[in-house]
Structures are given as structure tokens and as C-alpha cells.
């Protein structure tokens, strides 16, 4: 299972413990892919550990919101992370003198995980201010973490030129997938910085 989800929602605990429940019951192990999963812990208000212990297996993202270069981490059972060795050995997924990136992984456990609520009320911000666009309409029901989606009609903009157009000012956005357009927070998006994006896109779609 995932969790925080893609499309920017969180999973209840309670959720997550009832699917643990039930895979359980019929021996199945649970996975959980929680590239994004301190987020959804800020998210619900408890801590990782209680997210973490409702799959067998969890994989994390050290760097997106965590702000490490890159890295993700894999936790499991003794055994099960011996064959996960084993099995990146085979698979050519070795690497050479990677103790740099394991200290950035550090820093971002024991510092970055303290500043993930910041993300999430810029997120708020943002989509507040999207909200109140003519022509923008935000996806308020998944404003769960550092994600806003929004549209906005082929009518007024074009996805290539509402894409072309921001990057002229140096703001990089996907084009649209399933009618809806993604802005993602992180460490290095400000407050200052979202007022200039949404100064943007008033300009290019008045």
C-alpha cells in the first residue's frame, strides 16, 4: 500500500491497520511504498512508527520533502533485508564509496523530518491563493501534504503554453495528467516564491 498517496491523500491509521488486519488473516505480507511517509505522519498527527509498523516492509524517500541529493531507504526483518542485499548485488544496484550520500541521509532523519509542517502550510497557502484565480479550480480534497492540484480549462490556457510560459520564468510544472496540473513544496519553495508563481500565472491566463 502507499502512503502519503500519489495524488497528495493520506491514509487513516485506522485504514492502514484494518488492511494489515486483513492480510494477516490470509498469511499475505504487506508492503508499504512511503516514498512520501513522514509527510503523511505530520499529516495525521502520530508518529512514523505507527504508520511503519502496519506493513512488513516499508520503503522511504530520503530526499523530496526529507531534502537529501537522492537516496531512499528499505526496512524490513533481518532476513528479508540479507535477500534485499543480495538480490541489489545481483542486479548490478551496487555502489562505490557511498558514504556521502548516507550522511546527507542522516541529516535529513534527524533535521528535515522537524520542518515537514512547513511544507504543508505552504501547500495551503498556495492553493488558497490558486483558489482565488479566475479560471483556476483547486483539488481541495487532497491538500493532505506538500501537493496542490489544480485545473485549469484548455479554453483559457493550453497545457504546452501554461508550461512554456512559466518556464520562461524559471517555474518548472509538468503538463497536465488527467485534466489536473501538480505544484509540489519542498525546502527550497518559500513563501516569496509562491506569491511569484502566482503572480505568473495571473499574468498568463488574464
Do not use: W
Amino acid at each position: 500500500m502507499e502512503n502519503a498517496h500519489g495524488c497528495g491523500a493520506v491514509v487513516p491509521l485506522e485504514t492502514m491497520k484494518e488492511i494489515k488486519n486483513i492480510a494477516e488473516r490470509h498469511s499475505l505480507p504487506v508492503h508499504m511504498d512511503g516514498a512520501r511517509l513522514f509527510n503523511a505522519a505530520i499529516s495525521l498527527g502520530v508518529d512514523v512508527k505507527e504508520l511503519a509498523a502496519c506493513a512488513d516492509t516499508v520503503m522511504f524517500c530520503l530526499s523530496k520533502g526529507l531534502a537529501a541529493p537522492a537516496g531512499s531507504m528499505l526496512a524490513g526483518s533481518k532476513s528479508f533485508i540479507d535477500r534485499a542485499r543480495k538480490n541489489r548485488k545481483l542486479m548490478g544496484g551496487g555502489m562505490r564509496q557511498v558514504g556521502i550520500l548516507a550522511a546527507a541521509g542522516i541529516i535529513a532523519l534527524e533535521k528535515m523530518t522537524e520542518r515537514l509542517e512547513e511544507d504543508h502550510k505552504n501547500a495551503k497557502y498556495m492553493a488558497e491563493e490558486l483558489s482565488k484565480i479566475d479560471g483556476v479550480k483547486v483539488v481541495t480534497d487532497r491538500l493532505d501534504i506538500d501537493m496542490v492540484f489544480f485545473e485549469i480549462s484548455e479554453e483559457i490556457v493550453s497545457s504546452n503554453t501554461l508550461v512554456e510560459k512559466l518556464y520562461e520564468k524559471n517555474i518548472k510544472i509538468n503538463g497536465e495528467e488527467g485534466g489536473e496540473y501538480r505544484f509540489v513544496c519542498h525546502i527550497g519553495v518559500s513563501r516569496e516564491d509562491i506569491d511569484f508563481t502566482i503572480k505568473c500565472l495571473k499574468e498568463i491566463i488574464k
